[in-house]
Every structure is written in structure tokens, then in C-alpha cells.
């Protein structure tokens, strides 16, 4: 079962191109795990094309021009969505709904323009928001158009012309989604470069993009933070995660199997927030363990286009290796039926646990006797991005969340989606920089000029 996959194509000076790079990996049918094609890469001088025309690429961006972007990408999001899931694996069930975001993102930021999120006078002194300057937005390949929809509608919103670049292992949806946003902006204020980390590193290292948003792991964020650092330049980093699930000693037994069934399989694992730790009390950890068992046995998994699939296969076959790799000479149970053939990784709970994100199906289990332990265990890794807690009681639940050392957590909830779509993203610790959201990442590629006669707040010395 595949989609028909456009070409493998970049956009540059509004020009479509074949990137001609091999990169020496070859690209992969994940349910089967066939090769199908090569990533490949946009070539540096092309590259270094795209960063000469967004450094004197110019044109106000409208909230019309945004909302006519959405508008058409409504038409395409099931062609988008269909080659989302074929390439990452995510079963579609999963990926349509994930599919507001992407025309979602650009009306988000329509009504943000709308709403004067670009001017923020204060008695009298004028405070412009200005685009910082020609922006990369770099997305990861577990969900690629609706990080990339995220990330552009906000930059072009800003009015900074945009390079985006996303995984060579995940290429074809952005060109679709470049088809579209090219075809409503001005020329040279939106451009698509395909390729690796070589191509990122070329394009964070050269001083004329002016900020940086980047998703992904924590390795590559290092390498953009330092590669920004001797610059000056902002950059947005949503790293990894290994967020804990904590189970108190009064949580109804097959509501926490559920978060925890449901954060291990959400994306098939392959997700920053998904569930790295779980955090049970000793004398329930046995009967937990086997209720979450018998959940995740019961999971269809398939074809991510089968409709009726659950879980489906992992992105390519060397992340399958990483995290079998992870999971080696280590006390655990896996859990479920895999087809016989495809990337596969089966839900998996370690005896022990796993202090170290894997970004898969796979969680460490700690246990406690005391609960006044869970914040120090949950907070006893450098991650912070997301935690949960599953609990009856539910002031005391939120109690033990604000003493968790993270950018948010859920009490007694499991969705992918945030707590409120207009409250902030953070991240602490090596979970990333900045705040992302909607509100969030629109001021992230803005500057600000405060212009004004000076007036009451005068201070004359002599």
C-alpha cells in the first residue's frame, strides 16, 4: 500500500529543483521496509543561493495571504497527511487529526496579525515588533508537515523570509506544502532546501540567517545553539524528552494503564513527549505492568494507511537497530502481535530504569515505597519537557505536579495536544530553549523598537 510520492524536489529563488546529493542512505518503505528511493540532498552552491536571495528577499506578509494559504492547504491535507504517514510510519488514524495543525498554524497566525500581536504601544510609546531577518526553520521527521506548517506560518507571519529544511528521511510532504505556500507569498520569501545534517550545519553556520527553530534531538540542538552562539542569534530548541508518568498510590488502576498505553504508542513512541519513565508505587508496579500488557496486546498494528491500525512501524530501519540496540541484555516485556515483515519495534517496558531518551516505544519502570519519593524520582534526570501524573485525588495530583521540574505536566491526561492551544511550550533543562506556542514562537522571530518622546519617565541628573 503506497501513496503516489512526488518528486524529491527543492524550491529555490522560486525555481523547483532535483537535489542530486546522495547521501548514501536509502529511503524506506516503513511498513515493509523495502527501499524505495535515495535521500538525497540540495547541493551547497544551491544552497548557498537560497541564503543570497532570503538575505535581500523583502514583502509584507497579510493576514489574507496567510488564511488563502490555509485555504488551499485544506484542499491537499488528505494528500499531506496520507505521505506523513507512509513515510514516518504513524498509523493514519493518528495523522489526520494531527492535520488541523497544518492549515490550523496558518489561520493561528492570521488572527494573531489580525489581532495586533505585531504592535504592543504603551502609553503613547510606540513598541514595533519587527521580523529579525531571513529565518531557518528546521523540522524533525516524526511529524514533518505540521511542524513545518507551525514554524513557517509564524516566521512568514513575522514578515522574516523563510528557508525550511526537513529530514531527508521524511521529503515528500513538504513539497507539497511548499507548492502551496510558495504560490501565495512573494517571490523569494519562502524557500524549501532538501538534505541531512550537512545541509543544516550550512545553513545554521552562515551569519546571514538571523534566527533559528529548530525540533529535534538533543545532539543536533547543541549543534545549533553553539554554531548561533558566537553570532548572537536567537534560536528556538525543542529537544528531547524522557518524560516520567507517575502513578500514585490511590490512581484507579485502568486509567493509569491507559496514559501509560497510550504514551507509549501515541506516533508509535517516535514523539519528544512520549512516555520514558514510569514511576509506580512498589506493591502496584506487578499489576500495573499486566494491565498495560493486556491493553497493548489487544493493539492492531499494521500498514500505518490500514485504517483500522493502532501501531504501526518506525521510521527507517536504523532507528529499529538504535533501539533494539537500547533494549539489548535488559530484563523487559514486550507486548503484541508485529507483522513479520516492516520496521517494527514492539511496546516495550524495561524491569529497570531508562535514564536516557530512546524515542520509541520503550519505558523504563521505576518504583517507590514512599510517595513523598515521586518529584525526586521524576526530576532526577536532566530532561524537562513533559510529565504526567495519574492520581484519584486530584488536588493532591496537581500538588505533586508543581513540584515536577518541567515545561508542562498533565494531570490525569494523556493527549498529544497541549493543555490550552494558547498557553506556552516550555522546555527546561537539555529539553531545549525558548518557549514555543502559538502566541510563543510568532514573538520568536521578532525583534522589538520602542519609539516615543520622552516624557514622564524622564530622569535628568544634571
Same mark, same amino acid.
Given at each position: 500500500?503506497?501513496?503516489?510520492?512526488?518528486?524529491?524536489? $527543492?524550491?529555490?529563488? $522560486?525555481? /523547483?529543483?532535483?537535489?542530486?546529493?546522495?547521501?548514501?542512505?536509502?529511503?524506506?518503505?516503513?511498513?515493509?521496509?523495502? !527501499?524505495?528511493?535515495?535521500?538525497?540532498?540540495t547541493?551547497?552552491d544551491?544552497?548557498? *543561493?537560497?541564503?543570497?536571495?532570503?538575505?535581500?528577499?523583502?514583502? *509584507?506578509?497579510? !493576514?489574507?495571504?496567510?488564511?488563502?494559504?490555509?485555504?488551499?492547504?485544506?484542499? *491537499?491535507?488528505?494528500?499531506?497527511?496520507?505521505?506523513?504517514?507512509?513515510?514516518?510510519?504513524?498509523?493514519?488514524? =493518528?495523522?489526520?487529526?494531527?492535520?488541523?495543525?497544518?492549515?490550523?498554524?496558518?489561520?493561528?497566525?492570521?488572527? =494573531?496579525? *489580525?489581532?495586533?500581536?505585531?504592535?504592543?504601544?504603551?502609553?503613547?510609546?510606540?513598541?514595533?515588533?519587527?521580523p529579525?531577518?531571513?529565518?531557518?526553520?528546521?523540522?524533525? /521527521?516524526?511529524?514533518?508537515?505540521?511542524?513545518?506548517?507551525?514554524?513557517?506560518?509564524?516566521?512568514?507571519?513575522?514578515?522574516?523570509?523563510?528557508?525550511?529544511?526537513?529530514?531527508?528521511?521524511?521529503?515528500?510532504?513538504?513539497?507539497?506544502?511548499?507548492?502551496?505556500?510558495?504560490? @501565495?507569498? %512573494?517571490?523569494?520569501?519562502?524557500?524549501?532546501? =532538501?538534505?541531512?545534517?550537512?545541509?543544516?550545519?550550512?545553513?545554521?553556520?552562515?551569519?546571514?540567517?538571523?534566527?533559528v &527553530?529548530?525540533?529535534?534531538g538533543?545532539?543536533?540542538?547543541?549543534?545549533?545553539?553553539?554554531?548561533?552562539?558566537?553570532?548572537?542569534?536567537?534560536?528556538?530548541?525543542?529537544?528531547?524528552?524522557? +518524560?516520567?508518568?507517575?502513578?500514585? %498510590?490511590?490512581?484507579?488502576?485502568?486509567?493509569?494503564?491507559?496514559?501509560?498505553?497510550?504514551?507509549?504508542?501515541?506516533l +508509535?513512541?517516535? /514523539?519528544?513527549?512520549?512516555?520514558?519513565?514510569?514511576?509506580v508505587?512498589?506493591?502496584?508496579?506487578?499489576?500495573?505492568?499486566?494491565?498495560?500488557?493486556?491493553?497493548? $496486546?489487544?493493539?492492531?498494528?499494521?500498514?500505518?494507511?490500514?485504517?483500522?491500525?493502532?501501531?504501526?512501524?518506525?521510521?527507517?530501519?536504523?532507528?529499529?537497530?538504535?533501539?533494539?540496540?537500547?533494549?539489548?541484555?535488559?530484563?523487559?516485556?514486550?507486548f503484541?502481535?508485529?507483522? $513479520?515483515?516492516? +520496521? #517494527?519495534?514492539?511496546?516495550?517496558?524495561?524491569?529497570?530504569?531508562?535514564?536516557?531518551?530512546?524515542?520509541?516505544?520503550?519505558?523504563?519502570?521505576?518504583? #517507590?515505597? &514512599?510517595?513523598?519519593?515521586?518529584?525526586?524520582?521524576? +526530576?532526577?534526570? %536532566?530532561?524537562?519537557?513533559?510529565?504526567?501524573?495519574?492520581?484519584?485525588?486530584?488536588?493532591?495530583?496537581?500538588?505533586?505536579?508543581?513540584?515536577?521540574?518541567?515545561?508542562?505536566?498533565?494531570?490525569?491526561?494523556?493527549?498529544?495536544?497541549?493543555?490550552?492551544?494558547?498557553?506556552?511550550? %516550555?522546555? /527546561?533543562?537539555?529539553?531545549?530553549?525558548?518557549?514555543?506556542?502559538?502566541?510563543?514562537?510568532?514573538?520568536?522571530?521578532?525583534?522589538?523598537?520602542v519609539?516615543?518622546?520622552?516624557?514622564?519617565?524622564?530622569? @535628568?541628573?544634571?
Amino acid at each position: 500500500m503506497t501513496p503516489e510520492l512526488p518528486a524529491i524536489r $527543492d524550491l529555490i529563488d $522560486d525555481t /523547483w529543483g532535483t537535489p542530486k546529493v546522495d547521501l548514501g542512505v536509502a529511503l524506506e518503505d516503513p511498513s515493509s521496509g523495502t !527501499a524505495i528511493a535515495e535521500a538525497v540532498a540540495t547541493a551547497p552552491d544551491r544552497v548557498e *543561493r537560497a541564503l543570497a536571495v532570503a538575505d535581500r528577499a523583502s514583502g *509584507r506578509i497579510t !493576514a489574507e495571504m496567510l488564511e488563502s494559504i490555509a485555504d488551499a492547504l485544506d484542499i *491537499r491535507l488528505p494528500a499531506i497527511t496520507e505521505l506523513d504517514a507512509f513515510a514516518t510510519g504513524v498509523p493514519i488514524r =493518528q495523522a489526520e487529526p494531527l492535520g488541523i495543525i497544518v492549515s490550523g498554524a496558518f489561520r493561528l497566525a492570521a488572527m =494573531q496579525i *489580525r489581532a495586533g500581536a505585531l504592535r504592543d504601544d504603551r502609553e503613547g510609546v510606540e513598541v514595533h515588533r519587527l521580523p529579525l531577518g531571513p529565518a531557518l526553520c528546521l523540522v524533525p /521527521w516524526n511529524a514533518p508537515a505540521p511542524m513545518a506548517a507551525h514554524k513557517v506560518a509564524n516566521a512568514l507571519a513575522a514578515g522574516c523570509p523563510v528557508i525550511l529544511k526537513v529530514s531527508e528521511l521524511t521529503p515528500y510532504s513538504a513539497v507539497l506544502l511548499a507548492e502551496v505556500i510558495a504560490a @501565495h507569498v %512573494p517571490a523569494g520569501m519562502f524557500q524549501l532546501v =532538501q538534505g541531512g545534517a550537512g545541509t543544516g550545519a550550512q545553513l545554521v553556520a552562515d551569519p546571514r540567517i538571523k534566527a533559528v &527553530s529548530f525540533t529535534g534531538g538533543v545532539t543536533g540542538g547543541r549543534a545549533v545553539a553553539t554554531l548561533s552562539a558566537p553570532l548572537f542569534r536567537p534560536c528556538q530548541l525543542e529537544l528531547g524528552g524522557n +518524560n516520567p508518568l507517575i502513578v500514585l %498510590p490511590d490512581a484507579d488502576l485502568d486509567t493509569a494503564a491507559r496514559m501509560a498505553a497510550e504514551l507509549l504508542t501515541t506516533l +508509535n513512541g517516535q /514523539w519528544c513527549r512520549a512516555l520514558g519513565r514510569l514511576i509506580v508505587p512498589a506493591d502496584r508496579a506487578a499489576d500495573l505492568v499486566e494491565a498495560i500488557g493486556k491493553r497493548l $496486546d489487544s493493539l492492531r498494528m499494521g500498514s500505518p494507511l490500514d485504517p483500522d491500525t493502532e501501531f504501526g512501524p518506525l521510521v527507517h530501519s536504523r532507528h529499529v537497530a538504535a533501539l533494539r540496540t537500547a533494549i539489548a541484555g535488559r530484563d523487559h516485556r514486550s507486548f503484541g502481535v508485529l507483522p $513479520d515483515a516492516g +520496521n #517494527y519495534v514492539a511496546p516495550t517496558l524495561l524491569d529497570d530504569d531508562q535514564p536516557e531518551e530512546v524515542f520509541g516505544p520503550v519505558a523504563g519502570v521505576v518504583t #517507590y515505597d &514512599s510517595v513523598e519519593d515521586v518529584a525526586r524520582l521524576a +526530576n532526577a534526570v %536532566p530532561y524537562g519537557l513533559e510529565a504526567y501524573v495519574c492520581g484519584a485525588d486530584t488536588e493532591f495530583a496537581l500538588a505533586i505536579a508543581r513540584r515536577i521540574r518541567a515545561g508542562e505536566v498533565k494531570v490525569n491526561g494523556s493527549s498529544i495536544m497541549s493543555l490550552n492551544l494558547m498557553t506556552p511550550r %516550555p522546555a /527546561w533543562g537539555i529539553s531545549g530553549l525558548g518557549e514555543e506556542g502559538t502566541a510563543e514562537t510568532l514573538r520568536f522571530f521578532t525583534g522589538a523598537r520602542v519609539v516615543g518622546v520622552e516624557g514622564r519617565f524622564a530622569l @535628568h541628573t544634571a
